[in-house]
């Protein structure tokens, strides 16, 4: 039974022989040729192929497809066809015998190292692509048509950690012209700020903090590492006020945001400043994580009625799974006798609550417990939020 493998394979050589076929009809209205040794090789290929012999078959059908200025495109696509088969090893067979060929063109040989390049790529061959991509960049450095191989070699360069030499060959063009790679340069500079301020200085991270949202002043990661720097040297006047721009930033990082700006706060003494900025925050974006804590407050020095008050009132505006979890923690503080019916409901809440994802890549959809700034799966770099609304948060 043939199997997806040779399925594609049989696609390829129909692919094949459709060039051949039109090679064919090329030289006979030329030079009205019979017979073609090419499309006997192609037949013997495709025995190959039907005998479940592919490794012998692909030999046959490179032999068979003459190199020469019409048939390039098709070898190229061919090696594309297998490394996107996962067969990343044949299609570098077939790319390195391409570039064996004297007869290309500048433009062709560049076409055929960068295809050499994904492939190794593939093949988790990082030095050989790496090489490759240098030597094509040196020849002809601010060529525009050797942007994919820019973007190339910062996708390796990402994958090795080496940030600082992404930067370099993102600047200026890439990061100018790619909406995803200014953004990822910014976690560049995240990536280099959180290894300076433990080899380095605090100051050089903070130069490239700075750096970050100079490129991308989206960059919420930037700013949440600025106030782990101000937290630290005891800033916290301007621990504070980098959570609100950050929360300026976009109003979806407000949860991770509240337990660093309260701790900021009560460390000055100043819990009536806590809650005008808490108050402010649910007239702009009501996230029920920040009336949560509003009503934790106000349970400290009003009572448990008041503070069931202040969440009864929002979740009438906005149900959320965790403002009845909360609620239920008032009535259990409250009830007498019948405190284990409620004891029962928040058993069950909680295990809700615990089931749930907290962060979501809105790229991928990809959902953890964990914040990445780099999703692990589709490897984009600040597209992953906290979850908020009803199961959220
Ligand atoms: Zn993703």
């Known amino acids: 039974m043939l199997d997806l493998k040779l399925l594609v394979l049989l696609l390829?050589?129909?692919?094949?022989?459709?060039?051949?076929?039109?090679?064919?009809?090329r030289r006979h209205a030329r030079h009205q040729h019979r017979s073609s040794p090419l499309s006997r090789d192609y037949f013997v290929g495709l025995n190959y192929l039907l005998n479940e012999q592919p490794d012998r078959a692909i030999e046959t059908f490179v032999q068979a497809l003459e190199v020469n200025s019409d048939t390039i495109e098709t070898h190229i696509a061919l090696g594309n066809l297998f490394r996107s088969r996962g067969e990343a090893d044949r299609a570098v067979k077939i790319h390195q015998n391409l570039l064996a060929r004297p007869s290309l063109t500048a433009l062709q040989s560049d076409q055929v190292q960068l295809e050499l390049s994904r492939d190794f790529l593939h093949l988790g061959l990082l030095d050989r692509a790496e090489r490759l991509l240098l030597g094509l960049l040196r020849a002809s450095p601010d060529s525009a048509r050797l942007k994919p191989a820019?973007?190339?070699?910062?996708?390796?360069?990402?994958?090795?950690?080496?940030?600082?030499?992404?930067?370099?060959?993102?600047?200026?063009?890439?990061i100018h012209e790619e909406a995803d790679i200014r953004r990822a340069a910014?976690?560049?500079?995240?990536?280099?700020?959180?290894?300076?301020?433990?080899?380095?200085?605090?100051?050089?991270?903070?130069?490239?903090?700075?750096?970050?949202?100079?490129?991308?002043?989206?960059?919420?990661?930037?700013?949440?590492?600025?106030?782990?720097?101000?937290?630290?040297?005891g800033?916290?006047?301007?621990?504070?006020?980098?959570?609100?721009?950050?929360?300026?930033?976009?109003?979806?990082?407000?949860?991770?945001?509240?337990?660093?700006l309260r701790d900021a706060y009560l460390k000055l003494e100043d819990e009536k400043g806590?809650?005008?900025?808490?108050?402010?925050?649910?007239?702009?974006?009501?996230?029920?994580?920040?009336?949560?804590?509003?009503?934790?407050?106000t349970e400290q020095h009003e009572g448990i009625n008041a503070a069931a008050n202040v969440i009864s009132n929002q979740l009438a505006a906005t149900p959320s799974l965790r403002g009845v979890d909360y609620l239920m923690d008032l009535y259990i503080a409250e009830a007498g006798p019948e405190q284990q019916h409620f004891s029962l409901l928040k058993r069950h809440t909680g295990k809700l609550l615990e089931s749930r994802p907290r962060f979501r890549c809105h790229r991928c959809g990809f959902e953890?417990?964990?914040?990445?700034?780099?999703?692990?799966?589709?490897?984009?770099?600040?597209v992953t939020k906290p979850i908020t609304g009803l199961e959220g948060e």
């Open 235 to 260: 800033n916290y006047k301007a621990e504070i006020r980098t959570l609100q721009r950050l929360a300026r930033q976009d109003h979806d990082f407000t949860p991770i945001v509240l337990e660093p």
């Open 150 to 174: 820019k973007l190339l070699l910062v996708d390796l360069y990402e994958r090795e950690r080496e940030w600082a030499k992404a930067l370099e060959v993102a600047q200026p063009q890439l």
């Open 186 to 233: 910014a976690h560049w500079l995240c990536e280099l700020a959180q290894q300076d301020r433990h080899t380095a200085s605090p100051a050089l991270a903070r130069k490239r903090l700075r750096q970050a949202l100079s490129i991308d002043d989206r960059c919420v990661r930037a700013n949440w590492l600025i106030a782990e720097l101000e937290r630290e040297a």
């Open 368 to 382: 953890g417990a964990h914040l990445h700034w780099q999703c692990p799966r589709c490897r984009s770099w600040g």
């Open 12 to 25: 390829a050589a129909i692919a094949i022989g459709w060039w051949l076929g039109r090679l064919e009809s």
């Open 274 to 297: 806590l809650v005008r900025c808490l108050n402010q925050w649910v007239s702009e974006a009501p996230h029920i994580s920040t009336v949560i804590m509003l009503a934790r407050l």
